[in-house]
């Protein structure tokens, strides 16, 4: 197996050390991701060079002057702040004709601005709930054929930032606070959108021209209180002790009929290619009573922690963690930017 020299980019603030011995777990959830990606190329037998990159590109430069990378493995999720910059990161890596890890530029900033992807894929008829925009600072207001319950989050940040059980709303009254609290405490855009009520569904995908798709998943919630919206929110994504309590659990569903499995895999690989995406990404769908697969998000360079939903989907068909990192690997040296076509 070939070894290669790794420039590994992560958040300035989410640099890993290399042990995890005596620090607290509340601690290591933080940069977790970026500790188990890490770990896992130093076991294929890479050389690793880890650059913590907050607002200044120039680090980046020098790194690939100084370390001379085979490969930038990019696990940036924003740049000075501003979820929507990371694109410009990878652009500029292009400029350098550096080959990277995950999505290309042009993926990044079309699912990043999300009612920019719902537009698109609307446009090519991929099933999905009704939405619409409510800008930063302006008043919502909702169009008449879009019914409540309406979904409230906002329009560019990921992770399920801001994303909370009020966050499904009744009426325009509790509509109007939940944009408030967008606009207010999250600082962007509001997506409104009406609310799908069914299963909730992960598709991972890998690959650039050729696609790999990965075995469903669906993330259920047996102790949540009865009637309460069974959506993935920031306390279900990131706090484990609430994890716990509602019973979370993620696993493949066994009652998919092959009828609506193919239906799904058809539907993972459209999306893909409509948005033009390379590397990795992960779909949530909503499956609603009727049997229809709703697309609700697109996800390019999801989370690749070693117990996250992409890994969990990729041993399932027999890739291990190691595996799973050596296949993204493989397929950034094999992605051609314009540049190099």
Not at 14 to 30: D, F, H, N, R, T
């Amino acid at each position: 197996m070939a070894r290669y020299r790794i420039l590994l980019l992560v958040h300035e603030d989410l640099v890993p050390p290399e042990s995890v011995e005596g620090i607290e777990p509340s601690e290591v959830m933080k940069w977790r991701t970026e500790y188990d990606v890490a770990q896992g190329l130093t076991a294929l037998g890479h050389r690793v060079l880890i650059l913590g990159v907050k607002s200044d590109l120039a680090v980046i430069r020098t790194a690939i002057e100084d370390f001379r990378p085979h490969i930038a493995f990019n696990l940036l999720e924003e740049f000075h702040g501003v979820a929507l910059y990371d694109q410009h990161v990878v652009s500029y890596l292009d400029l350098l004709r550096m080959p990277y890890t995950g999505c290309n530029p042009r993926g990044l900033t079309l699912c990043h601005d999300k009612a920019l992807c719902r537009k698109i894929l609307a446009y090519h008829r991929v099933p999905g709930p009704r939405f619409t925009l409510i800008p930063l600072g302006r008043k919502a207001r909702v169009p008449q054929r879009m019914r409540y319950p309406l979904f409230v989050k906002s329009a560019t940040e990921d992770a399920s930032f801001g994303i909370s059980q009020a966050s499904v709303v009744p009426d325009e009254a509790h509509l109007l606070e939940r944009v408030e609290f967008i606009h207010d405490s999250v600082g962007t855009d509001a997506l409104v959108e009406e609310y799908i009520d069914g299963r909730e569904l992960y598709v991972g995908v890998l690959g650039n021209q050729r696609l790999q798709i990965l075995p469903i998943l669906e993330m259920t919630f047996p102790n949540l209180p009865p009637g309460a919206p069974k959506i993935a929110t920031e306390k279900v994504k990131w706090d484990e002790e609430y994890q716990k309590r509602i019973g979370l659990q993620v696993e493949a569903p066994r009652d998919l009929d092959e009828v609506l499995v193919r239906r799904i895999d058809t539907l993972a690989r459209r999306i893909y290619r409509i948005l033009g995406l390379s590397g990795y990404a992960r779909l949530d769908l909503r499956l609603s009573p009727e049997g229809v697969p709703h697309l609700i998000e697109v996800n390019p360079n999801p989370d690749l922690a070693a117990d996250d939903l992409l890994a969990d989907a990729a041993e399932m068909i027999g890739y291990s963690y190691e595996r799973l990192l050596k296949k993204i690997i493989s397929l950034g040296l094999r992605y051609r930017a314009k540049w190099a076509q």
